[in-house]
């Protein structure tokens, strides 16, 4: 005689009864299309469940409560269940945040710069992100890396080495009839 067979006949069952399979209150509510996300539940001895948890009116707290008592083996239901959604989860409106832009101390001469009435029109600018390249921003603006070199000439105020730009810098594209 196994284990098992020791304990059913223990237990006042024969191998030849057909084992009952209760199922718990969680999965009992999902079968009646109630998400039971919100909800904890206790239980005692004398077959209790005591339900905690926040639901959304006073009709789907009475609906659980039937649910849950209907349950074999549930002999009673405590409600302890809050109407309406918890603080916690009442999610406010998103908060939009408008990021300022550091900019680099050259980037703010050059913008300056271009704003004199020296250089009345000094064309497109464009402000360096990270990851450009001068070869990829002459790709952009003209339709051909090869003329980086262009707006290189056009900004050595600013840069020293056409290899070296940084996040934040304000370049000065130059019109290619004019260059």
Known sequence: MGFMDKLSKMLGGNKSAAVETVKGPSATLRDHGIDPSNLKFSFKQDGTVTIDGHVQNQAECDRI?????????V????NNMVVGAPE???KPEPEVVVAKAEVAPEAEVVAKEAATPDNEE???TYTVKSGDTLWAIAAEMYGSGGKYMKIFEANTNILENPDRIKPGQVLVIPDLEES
């Open 75 to 78: 002999n009673g239901v405590t």
């Open 65 to 73: 409560c039937e649910v849950v008592k209907d349950i074999s083996n």
């Open 88 to 90: 916690s989860v009442v």
């Open 122 to 124: 000094p064309g497109r």
